[in-house]
């Protein structure tokens, strides 16, 4: 090695990094940045290579580097391979977020940076997703930045599904995801014989551009809408969701015993004769955690045995690989995606009862007045004394079910003792100040065809509580172990609201007469004291909407950040290492530390952000789902009418919940009545320019369903009645909210 190559190389800001990853270290990307930009103008490849003295050796290495820097939009290369610094020449690369009506936006990489908007024309060269690179070419009259495609980075899409259209000799999908707005084409002889209203994959052999339409290949038929499960079929291709095991990863998973091996008791404490219990749903087929309680002489004791997936998924195998690509379980009406494979999730790692199961333990000690005085984790082996469920549990401890009893008397005095530690427990929780939103869960009842037969309120008893508080208690020890025992924990974060979303909360309350305390930094108590004073007002569930909508998504991440909705200074999940990897690393980072031999992952942070956003996909998938079912379902109720409330104010109309049948509507705002009407977000309401006439979340309406296409998954409602002109207090705060909304967009401009 020269010394000029000495030199540089020294002057590398992430050469300690880099030589920790590579045994023979080539320059980061931010050596590679700096040198370009002391170079002062585009630099010929060639010369970038001897300026760093890159060997002949590394070259191959070299390419691959600023490749991937090129992918994520650092530098662009030109056809003679002349490297420029993307920002130098007003370049931003990102993400195609695309619209149903064919323009688009680029989210950039850059999160300081404003997103810019695409065109319809911009938009016929790339699909939704695709990464790309934009030039900044302007602002339109608001303000907003305005952009072209330069280049594009990357073509994530490259098998979609859709809906089949035939006529005059030509076949064209439209794609499932309507942020796809052009219709690929389909060569008469790569069809495979699909009809109208076939749903398909297929295979895109031809990417838009300006000059030519996307074109593909039918690769497969899934079927048509009337089939049952068609919907799942679409979700799942459409968010690109893992549904099928890989065959090594299903044998990996077969290669081990269905029962315990006991040379895997070693080193565990043996917890067969402790009667822990398992309470879940009726439906549940993979049981994580079981619960034991009992009173000491100072307290109590609480015990939450977790399943130990970690002694049979372990880094490095196909098993590991898998689960951490999938993320999590996805929960479809009628379906499991599962995160393990059968064998493990509902086998081996799955405490049944009446069998040995391998587990981690969280053993923790609490006073008479239910506040946390120990806590220690050991690997254990356990055998579940029943398998109950949330009905039974409350139908025997509140309901007095002497059948019940009498079938699970075994269990009577351990539930009783559960009951009474959740009461000391319960207490805490609400002199913490944790926020406890009463909201309403539905669930969808289907008939033979695999279509929604009636939706139904399903309502939290005592029991799912009673197991609620176990796993919190649990998952904050694990919390606190983490922050104790540094590493490669990850942590459930939960933030404080944005300011934005405090300041239009504080002005949507005061119309109420309510005042959110706290100032500019309010407690989850703040928001508790609201709770109670609207908890009998007959717009509490109004306020309730609008209380939880101001608040952040909860996410993953190796820094703690703690948790602002359950009041915890630090919180992290534990309790279900079979349906989510963030568990598994956590149920890791605790063991490597009680063996004494603490691991270091250097990805950590981008793990966590993986698992957060396929959670947020898998939300996305069931949500999508839900969806078409009740679209599917509403189909014949077209021209029938119905009450229902305001449960969404967009500047395109208001959401309608249907009553009875937990559906939603889009009440268009051409349908609100003979007015322009002004969308006021901090108020969740339209009103009127001209009549002032005001709706607003909450809002009783009776409505008529005019359209259901299934296309596009809309239910399109027409009003039927007429509300009163809004009070001159509302007028007046509606003036004062523009004011407001005009500052903030003043200060984002700036």
């Given amino acids: 090695m020269t010394n000029n190559k000495k030199k540089i190389r020294s002057l590398d800001p992430q050469l300690a990094r880099e030589s920790e990853l590579y045994e023979n270290p080539i320059p980061s990307r931010e050596l590679i940045l700096q040198v370009m930009e002391e170079h002062g103008v585009p630099v010929k490849k060639l010369e970038l290579i001897k300026i760093l003295q890159i060997q002949e050796n590394e070259i191959i290495f070299f390419e691959k580097r600023i490749r991937a820097m090129e992918r994520q939009g650092q530098i662009l290369i030109n056809r003679k391979d002349v490297l420029c610094i993307s920002k130098k020449i007003n370049l931003s690369a990102g993400r195609v977020m695309g619209h149903p009506d064919g323009y688009g936006f680029l989210i950039p990489d850059d999160e300081t940076m404003d997103d810019v908007f695409l065109s319809p024309r911009e938009m016929t060269q790339v699909f939704n997703k695709d990464r790309v690179m934009v030039q900044v070419t302007g602002q339109d009259r608001k303000g907003k930045l305005e952009g072209k495609i330069v280049e594009v980075l990357e073509r994530v899409n490259k098998v979609l599904v859709g809906r089949v259209t035939q006529g005059q000799g030509v076949t064209v999908v439209a794609a499932e995801d309507k942020r796809i707005s052009q219709d690929i084409l389909i060569p008469y002889d790569l069809d495979l014989n699909a009809k109208t209203g076939d749903i398909v994959e297929v295979e895109i052999t031809t990417q838009p551009s300006f000059k030519s339409k996307p074109m593909g290949k039918v690769i497969n038929i899934l079927g048509n809408y009337s089939d049952s499960g068609i919907e799942i079929e679409i979700a799942l291709r459409k968010h690109d969701l893992p549904y099928k095991f890989k065959k090594e990863v299903i044998q990996e998973a077969e290669t081990f015993n269905q029962k315990v091996n006991e040379k895997d008791f070693k080193g565990r404490v043996d917890l067969r004769n402790l009667p822990l219990v398992t309470i879940d749903g009726e439906t549940a087929r993979d049981f994580d955690d079981a619960v034991y309680a009992e009173p000491k002489s100072k307290g109590w004791r609480l015990v939450v045995a977790i399943a130990d997936v970690s002694n049979y998924v372990k880094e490095g195998t196909q098993l590991n690989e898998s689960a951490f690509e999938r993320g999590n379980s996805v929960y479809f009406p009628r ?36 506040d946390l005085t120990d806590y220690k984790f050991y690997p254990s082996v356990m055998n579940s004394k029943a398998r109950l469920t949330y009905t039974i549990v409350d139908k025997i401890l509140n309901h007095n079910d002497q059948a019940l009893k009498e079938e699970h008397k075994n269990s009577y005095e351990d539930l009783i003792n559960l009951q009474n530690l959740f009461k000391l427990l319960s207490n805490k929780r609400e002199e913490r100040g944790a926020i406890d939103f009463d909201s309403t869960e539905t669930s969808i009842i289907f008939n033979d065809k695999g279509k929604i037969d009636y939706i139904k309120p399903i309502y939290r008893n005592e029991a799912h509580r009673i197991i609620e508080e176990c796993m919190l208690s649990a998952n904050v020890c694990a919390a606190n172990y983490l922050l104790d025992n540094p590493g490669d924990g990850i942590y459930r974060n939960h933030e404080t609201p944005s300011e934005e979303k405090l300041t239009n909360l504080r002005d949507f309350l005061l119309d109420f007469g309510l005042t ?188 008529k369903v005019i359209r259901v296409d299934l296309d596009s998954i809309k239910i399109d409602l027409a009003l039927l009645g007429s509300l009163k002109k809004p009070s001159k207090k509302f007028k007046k705060s509606f003036i004062r909210s523009e004011k407001t909304n005009k500052k903030n967009k003043r200060r984002k401009r700036k």
């Fill in 516 to 703: 959110l305390g706290g100032g500019s930094e309010p407690t989850v108590k703040d928001y508790g004291e609201i709770l109670k004073k609207i908890a009998n007002r007959p717009d509490s569930h109004l306020l309730q909407t609008v209380l939880l909508r101001s608040m952040q998504q909860a996410t993953y991440s190796n820094k703690n950040r703690g948790h602002f909705g359950l009041a915890y200074s630090a919180y992290t999940h534990f309790t279900s290492p079979i349906r989510r990897y963030p568990d598994l690393m956590v149920h890791r980072a605790i063991k490597s530390h009680l063996s004494g031999k603490p691991s270091s992952i250097k990805n950590i942070e981008a793990m966590a952000l993986h698992c957060s956003t396929t959670e947020r996909t898998a939300d996305d998938a069931t949500r999508d789902v839900e969806s078409w079912l009740k679209c599917y379902f509403m189909q014949d109720k077209v021209g029938q009418s119905f009450w229902g409330t305001v449960a969404g104010v967009t500047g395109f109309g208001l959401f309608i919940e249907l009553d009875d049948i937990y559906i939603e509507g889009l009440l268009h705002v051409t349908e609100l009545g003979n007015d322009y009407f002004t969308f006021d977000k901090a108020r969740h309401a339209m009103v009127g320019e001209k009549t002032n006439l005001t709706y607003r979340l909450g809002d009783r309406l009776e409505i």
């Fill in 335 to 370: 379906r499991v995606i599962p995160m393990l494979p059968e064998a493990l999730s509902n086998g081996l790692c799955s405490l049944n009862p009446n069998v040995d199961r391998l587990c981690m333990v969280c053993d923790m000690s609490f006073d008479l007045k239910g």
